[in-house]
């Protein structure tokens, strides 16, 4: 039938027919095309024989390989061995495709101009009627960029496995529960310890217990926040020592989000913890006596007066100084007047029943907080026993000392409602012994509170002071200790009386304190150390000036525009003026820090002066926008000889050092003080032994020594 019907087909359905089949076969051959077009722009193909000499190759492997076509036809694939797999790499490849298998493998090449690349490659046999093997082709992808980034990522790797492996800091990597998934080498040696690692399970296991809760809360901090934390704790070491440690919580995420672990870097800060307990003892004692300073004596009298208000019991503060101090120190000198306040410090301490506190303020001056009181009759008996153990004859450095002392007393609650009241009463009573001649007690009285005549006097001869600026600048010089080079100077100011000739500061300061005239006495100060800085500089002496900023003028309203006009007016450049402020201000720390923050965002640095005798510790001083400590003069007059005092100086140099700040030294008279601070890490000082404070013109002199 298909016979007839082909038979009956004219020569124009023949032609019709042969056209249609045409047109597939067109269709077909395009479609090929297509396909050999797609696989040379995106694939790597050749074609070898079955002995694998290569008879075809397309243009993306001569691009790869960057050989002519002509330079591959004939030519087997070792023209391309780089040399990076073993003979049995290829000995496992030709055993595969010669089975008739189809073999994939990742191989590196190298190129014509001895680069190297990397393909992924696909090698299918081909096989004749008769079913044997005569040729193959390759399918090759270039996968260099990925081998190069899982190169890196090995590097990388390999870089973070010496880090973790070699570090100090213990790395490691825990679970919600503590359990240690990772678990850095160093922690042998951090620990102290000799356990074998298969042993070591939980973190927990190795953390004193009563800090237990403290980490468990920071490790569910991290969790629940997704949120780096820090965390203090004291760990265990094998030797049953205790070593304070840092620990740093970054938490792991999942692609979701979600924690799935914490990264844990953790170093040991035994030593740094230590340096805090000697600043933070540093600031709650008086460095001379060990007694309570001024703020650990406040706090705990806020204390007692909580507890007296709540048990409607009464408590007394005791205000004294020892008579004719002065006397001692101005004969005998600084070191005998120290040896004096130690010995008058212990037989203090001996008169006290067990909860009362007695605290130097500094100076001669000492408070004494005496809780429970029956009666005031007590406080007469505690004054009178203390007066009688402080007449008793002192024997220091060879020489028999007879001293006395005057009390002032205040009671709680009468006398006032909170510390400060009570230690101005107290302070007032004192005040009124003294001007009776001395060596006796009395109790507070309200008339005390009127004002002497003198006092009076001084005030309105400030007042007109300020007006006629009977006031002058001194400058006093401060030094580079390693070349005693000048690097800056500080301005003191001087009241020179027309008819009382100069005033010095401690006397007229507090009143200007008390009655704000400190405002304008302190605005007056600022603007001519910086117009006189200013001048020095035209002249070529870029110098540094400090200008000391009072407690008062810190929490006034206009404090920061006020120096940002004055260095306007002067046209001074803020990076060469510094001021310096004292611990006293911190009372209100949160208001001073403000008012630091803004004056530095201005380019002024900050000083703290007098560092150590009043309210700073360590856990203020890192959070203040300070940039230098001056280590107060107490601190100083017998570092040489006293390992105590040395102690606390490199302290607070090491603390100081941590925490990026400058430190300098004030009051240093001797040679032998210069080398103990040498010694012990400070670098800057100022003092007699260069220069006391010196009239503009008599500093100005010294300049140009200086330059000579």
Same mark, same amino acid.
């Given at each position: 039938m298909k016979n007839q019907t082909m038979s009956s087909l004219t020569p124009q359905d023949w032609a019709g027919l042969l056209r249609e089949k045409d047109g597939e076969l067109n269709m077909v051959v395009n479609e090929l095309a297509d396909v050999k077009y797609a696989l040379d722009q995106s694939t790597i193909l050749a074609i070898t024989d079955h002995k694998g000499i290569i008879l075809r190759a397309n243009e993306q492997f001569c691009r790869i390989s960057k050989y002519e076509r002509s330079e591959l036809i004939g030519k087997d694939h070792r023209i391309l061995n780089s040399g990076y797999h073993p003979k049995g790499f290829f000995k496992e490849m030709?055993?595969?495709?010669?089975?008739?298998?189809?073999?994939?493998?990742?191989?590196?090449? =190298?190129?014509?101009?001895?680069?190297?690349?990397?393909?992924?490659?696909?090698?299918?046999?081909?096989?004749?009627?008769?079913?044997?093997i005569y040729q193959y082709l390759s399918i090759r992808s270039d996968i260099t960029a990925r081998k190069q980034m899982e190169d890196e990522l090995k590097r990388s790797e390999e870089k973070y496995r010496i880090i973790a492996e070699n570090t100090s800091d213990i790395i490691s990597i825990i679970n919600l529960d503590g359990d240690f998934l990772y678990l850095s080498p160093s922690h042998k040696r951090v620990w102290e310890h000799t356990v074998p690692d298969e042993e070591i399970h939980n973190l927990f296991e190795w953390i004193v217990e009563d800090d237990r809760d403290i980490f468990a809360y920071a490790i569910q901090h991290a969790f629940s926040t997704r949120k780096e934390y820090m965390v203090e704790c004291r760990i265990n070491t094998q030797r049953n020592d205790v070593i304070w440690t840092e620990s740093k919580i970054n938490p792991i995420m999942d692609e979701e989000g979600n924690v799935t672990k914490l990264l844990l870097v953790t170093r040991d800060v035994t030593d740094r913890k230590q340096s805090e307990e000697t600043i933070h003892h540093l600031a709650y004692h008086d460095a001379l006596t060990d007694l309570p300073n001024r703020r650990m004596y406040v706090q705990q009298l806020?204390?007692?007066?909580?507890?007296?208000? =709540?048990?409607?019991?009464?408590?007394?503060?005791?205000?004294?100084?020892?008579?004719?101090?002065?006397?001692?120190? $101005?004969?005998?000198?600084?070191d005998v007047g120290d040896m004096l306040l130690v010995e008058a410090a212990k037989r203090l301490q001996a008169c006290l029943k067990p909860g009362d506190v007695v605290a130097r303020l500094g100076g001669?001056?000492?408070?004494?907080?005496?809780?429970? *009181?029956?009666?005031?009759?007590?406080?007469?008996?505690?004054?009178?026993?203390?007066m009688y153990q402080l007449q008793r004859p002192f024997e220091l450095d060879g020489h028999v000392f007879n001293v006395s002392c005057s009390i002032g007393i205040a009671l709680y609650p009468q006398d006032g409602d909170n510390p400060e009241d009570l230690l101005k009463r107290a302070d007032t009573a004192l005040y009124t012994v003294k001007s009776r001649g001395k060596n006796g007690y009395d109790f507070f009285d309200p008339t005390m509170e009127a004002k002497s005549l003198e006092r009076i006097l001084m005030e309105n001869e400030m007042r007109k002071a300020i007006e006629q600026e009977q006031f002058q600048i001194y400058y006093q010089p401060k030094i580079d200790i390693a070349t005693s080079a000048m690097t800056g100077m500080e301005a003191l100011v001087r009241w020179v009386h027309p008819e009382l000739?100069?005033?010095?500061?401690?006397?007229?300061?507090?009143?200007?304190?008390?009655?704000?005239?400190? %405002?304008?006495?302190?605005?007056?100060? *600022?603007?001519?150390?910086?117009?006189?800085?200013?001048?020095?500089?035209?002249?070529?002496?870029?110098?540094?000036?400090?200008?000391?900023?009072?407690?008062?003028?810190?929490?006034q309203k206009d404090l920061v525009?006020?120096?940002? $006009?004055?260095?306007?007016?002067?046209?001074?450049?803020?990076?060469? *003026?510094? %001021?310096?402020?004292?611990?006293?201000?911190?009372?209100?720390?949160?208001?001073?820090?403000?008012?630091?923050?803004?004056?530095?965002?201005?380019g002024i640095q900050i000083s703290i002066d007098d560092f150590g005798t009043g309210y700073s510790s360590f856990s203020y001083i890192k959070s203040l926008p300070v940039d230098t400590i001056k280590i107060d003069a107490s601190f100083i007059r017998?570092?040489?000889?006293?390992?105590?005092?040395?102690?606390?100086?490199?302290?607070?140099?090491?603390?100081?050092?941590?925490?990026?700040?400058?430190?300098?030294?004030?009051?240093?008279? *001797?040679?032998?003080?210069?080398?103990?601070?040498?010694?012990?890490?400070?670098?800057?000082?100022?003092?007699?032994?260069?220069?006391?404070?010196?009239?503009?013109?008599?500093? $100005?002199?010294?300049?140009?020594?200086?330059?000579?």
């Open positions: 030709w055993s595969c495709i010669r089975s008739g298998q189809v073999w994939r493998g990742e191989i590196r090449n =190298r190129a014509k101009d001895g680069s190297y690349y990397w393909v992924d490659t696909t090698i299918v046999p081909f096989k004749n009627q008769a079913g044997e806020s204390k007692e007066m909580m507890q007296a208000k =709540r048990f409607q019991s009464n408590l007394a503060v005791l205000f004294l100084d020892l008579d004719r101090f002065k006397d001692v120190n $101005d004969s005998f000198g600084h001669d001056e000492f408070t004494i907080m005496q809780n429970q *009181l029956q009666d005031r009759s007590e406080a007469t008996a505690l004054a009178e026993q203390i000739g100069i005033i010095p500061p401690n006397r007229f300061i507090p009143i200007a304190e008390e009655t704000g005239m400190i %405002l304008a006495l302190g605005e007056w100060i *600022l603007k001519q150390a910086c117009k006189q800085n200013k001048i020095w500089h035209d002249q070529g002496y870029t110098l540094k000036v400090s200008v000391n900023l009072s407690a008062r003028q810190i929490y525009e006020m120096i940002k $006009d004055i260095l306007q007016e002067t046209n001074l450049s803020p990076n060469w *003026l510094e %001021l310096e402020i004292t611990e006293s201000i911190f009372v209100k720390m949160e208001e001073a820090t403000a008012v630091l923050q803004q004056i530095r965002d201005i017998d570092i040489h000889h006293n390992q105590e005092s040395q102690a606390i100086v490199k302290a607070i140099v090491t603390i100081a050092q941590s925490l990026n700040m400058n430190v300098i030294a004030e009051g240093i008279e *001797l040679h032998d003080q210069v080398a103990a601070l040498k010694e012990n890490g400070c670098d800057h000082g100022q003092g007699y032994l260069f220069s006391k404070p010196l009239p503009t013109d008599d500093f $100005d002199q010294l300049l140009r020594q200086e330059q000579q």
